[in-house]
């Protein structure tokens, strides 16, 4: 009698403890909210074929963009439910009760580190690849969900965890109807596959990547490379998985959506996702630089991943020299009263030919807005690899010349040493790390050894040691600031067109009026120059 008591004590205080770090995160109430929907009323557990059916990701078409999806990727997804309430939770003999409901997600939605929930993710996808036949030569230490992950991992099979990130990041910005949807579509992430291999292998610089197929490489990433890798480049790679699963207990509760409203949703996410492919920040380069972001930016990028209407994108793309012609004057009048976060992009290519399997693109995140300044300012940065290798060079902290932006000066005075008219990023002024001209003509972009503000690495395949002069295909600017930034620039727009409509308004009384003309005066003073006459102010 006193053991069962002393049990009973000790099951409750786990509870209790459980219960206080859920509620430590926010999540005690939903969760609270979920078990009673889904437990029996019976048993008071939730039965495991019920958790099983909230974590589903079945899908009866799926395709990607630019590339073949691999035969076992179906049954890949169809067997992710079942190994993340195999791993995460451990069910009694009438289901899981609300101990076990609580342990299991605070083993990957709590208070844990980013290396420990990488781990977990691993452990969830290797289950469910050796469920669907294709099984990864990864093993882990122990038993326990946040071990030590050992063996490797082929750049194919990366491709494939990277895909279910993706699909688990897009159901939890949209899980109403991605829980009933009946297609996805997966954007090209051949970019990040990419990074990884030449992070990852001592030969990668090696390989064509303008032409490297995925799936043809074939090679071996240690577990433990992917591992530094993620937690480097894309450190918010893990949080789809947690974000999938809270937002699946989110929305368990909640009535889904009905064949007449879903049509209707997906049509606009499809329009939206469309449209977005056209600009150089494609879906899947927007999603790469949220994974790579951790503030407020990162919102802003996902709104133009997986946008819930075509307004998403046209609020965000400020200026496109496709749509609003080259140079710096045309981006100065659509940037011009932005003060918030942007996102510059060039396209460019190098060499004689514009030839597309030579194109590279790379960009440049600033902290606030772009002003007119003959030297470099800025509080912060980065600046990114996007095509054909993603990568993220934050700032260095030694140095902060992060950003350059001048425009022709206004005054006709002579100036001996004129400031470069540009836009800059990086190094000093004239071994700028990147520099673009006033007509949007040239990028020139130099070694990373003429740069303290920015990490060290090269900004496209085979870049060397010498400045490389390239041609410009396409500028885009994105602005990050959110809904206000943007409210901000459209009233300062309306207050200098109409500044400037007034100045171009003539008083005709006061034109004809020969008293008061210009032409007046000059002659009364060349008649009688010595003529002492009053300013009227």
Same mark, same amino acid.
């Given at each position: ?48 074929? !019920? ?16 590339? =073949? ?22 069910? +009694? ?37 050796? #469920? ?66 030449? !992070? ?55 009535? +889904? ?17 469309? !449209? ?31 946008? !819930? ?183 300062? +727009?309306?207050?200098? =067109? ?5 100045? #171009? ?27 002492? #006459?009053?300013?009227?102010?």
């Amino acid at each position: 009698m006193g053991q069962s008591s002393s049990t009973e004590t000790v099951e409750l205080k786990e509870e209790r403890e459980l219960e206080s770090l859920a509620a430590s995160s926010g999540a005690l109430p939903f969760l609270q909210n979920s078990f009673s929907i889904l437990a029996d009323p019976q048993s008071h557990s939730i039965p495991l074929p !019920s958790l099983q059916q909230c974590f589903s990701l079945k899908y009866t078409s799926i395709n990607c963009e630019k590339a =073949n999806l691999p035969y076992c990727f179906q049954g890949f997804l169809d067997h992710m439910a079942a190994s993340i309430t195999d791993t995460l939770f451990v069910p +009694q003999k009438g289901g899981i009760t609300w101990v076990e409901f609580l342990r299991g997600y605070v083993k990957c939605c709590g208070r844990i580190s980013a290396s420990s929930l990488l781990n977990i993710m691993l452990r969830v996808f290797a289950l469910s690849a050796d #469920r669907a036949g294709c099984p990864m030569n990864i093993n882990f230490d122990s038993d326990e969900v946040d071990s030590k992950t050992c063996g490797s991992i082929s750049p194919l099979e990366l491709e494939m965890i990277i895909w279910v990130c993706w699909i688990m990041s897009w159901n939890t910005r949209s899980s109403k109807c991605a829980m009933e949807s009946e297609h996805v579509s997966v954007p090209d992430l051949n970019h990040l596959i990419l990074s990884a291999v030449v !992070s990852c292998m001592d030969n990668g610089s090696d390989f064509d990547l303008w032409n490297a197929d995925v799936s043809n490489i074939e090679a071996e990433l240690t577990a433990g490379k992917i591992h530094m890798w993620a937690i480097r480049t894309v450190p918010s790679l893990a949080e789809c998985f947690s974000n999938f699963i809270t937002s699946r207990l989110k929305a368990a509760p909640i009535k +889904q959506p009905t064949e007449t409203d879903t049509p209707g949703t997906r049509a606009i996410e499809k329009s939206s996702a469309e !449209s977005s492919e056209v600009h150089i920040l494609t879906r899947g380069r927007a999603w790469a630089m949220a994974l790579s972001q951790r503030s407020n930016i990162s919102e802003e990028l996902l709104r133009i991943s997986f946008p !819930s209407n075509i307004d998403v994108i046209e609020d965000s793309l400020l200026y496109r020299s496709y749509f609003h012609g080259k140079g710096l004057n045309r981006l100065w009048s659509n940037v011009e009263g932005y003060h918030g976060p942007l996102l510059l992009l060039i396209s460019a290519f190098s060499g004689e030919s514009s030839e597309i399997s030579r194109k590279w693109i790379i960009g440049a995140l600033t902290q606030q807005g772009f002003e007119n300044r003959d030297a470099f300012y800025g509080n912060g940065g980065s600046l990114c690899s996007i095509f054909p290798v993603f990568h993220v060079f934050s700032a260095s902290g030694t140095e902060k010349n992060y950003l350059y932006s001048h425009l022709h000066s206004t005054l006709k005075a002579y100036d001996p040493h004129p400031k470069p008219v540009g836009i800059a990023f990086g190094g000093t002024s004239g071994h700028e790390r990147i520099f673009i001209d006033d007509d949007f003509a040239k990028v020139t972009v130099r070694h990373h050894a003429v740069d303290k503000t920015y990490q060290h690495g090269s900004l496209f395949p085979n870049q060397g040691y010498l400045p490389t002069e390239a041609s410009v295909l396409d500028v885009e600017v994105w602005g990050l600031g959110g809904k206000t930034a943007k409210e901000i620039q459209i009233s300062y +727009q309306k207050r200098e =067109n109409l500044f400037t409509e007034q100045r #171009r308004t003539i008083d005709l009384k006061t034109f004809t009026n020969w008293e008061d003309s210009p032409e007046k005066m000059m002659m009364d003073m060349m008649s009688n120059p010595n003529t002492v #006459r009053r300013e009227d102010r």
